[in-house]
């Protein structure tokens, strides 16, 4: 089992940053790429951001260029930096880790519990 907890969420303005991270803890050997997705009310979970162990990343279309995924190794910790927001990237943002590195969340075994961005006007 992988235990993943996010933290850093909060309210922001619009044009504001926020960095939020994900701690894992437990068999992280078994997960070779960890990633964020989100979720707006009424919604369904989105893609965001993905990062396998060896750098490689992906991004939605949506967050290119302002958000960047990255990864402290040594801490098993991986952050999702959040620049230039807007209001449509309100949502609760969940961490995920799996065997490979996909926009797909069914690709993702493991799921944290969330954390609440708002992005007032």
């Known amino acids: 089992q992988v235990q993943l907890v996010e933290s850093g969420g909060g309210l922001v303005q619009a044009g504001g940053s926020l960095r939020l991270s994900c701690a894992a803890s437990?068999?992280?050997?078994?997960?070779?790429?960890m990633g964020w997705f989100r979720q707006a009310p009424g919604k369904e979970r989105e893609f965001v951001a993905a990062?396998?162990?060896?750098?490689?990343?992906l991004y939605a279309d949506s967050v290119k260029g302002r958000f960047t995924i990255s990864r402290d190794g040594a801490h098993n910790t991986v952050y999702l930096q959040m620049n230039s927001l807007k209001p449509e990237d309100t949502a609760v943002y969940y961490c995920?880790?799996?065997?490979?590195?996909?926009?797909?969340?069914?690709?993702?075994?493991?799921w944290g519990q969330g954390t609440q961005v708002t992005v007032s006007s």
């Open positions: 437990g068999r992280t050997f078994s997960t070779s790429a």
């Open positions: 995920a880790a799996g065997p490979r590195m996909s926009t797909s969340a069914r690709s993702y075994d493991y």
């Open positions: 990062r396998k162990n060896g750098g490689s990343t």
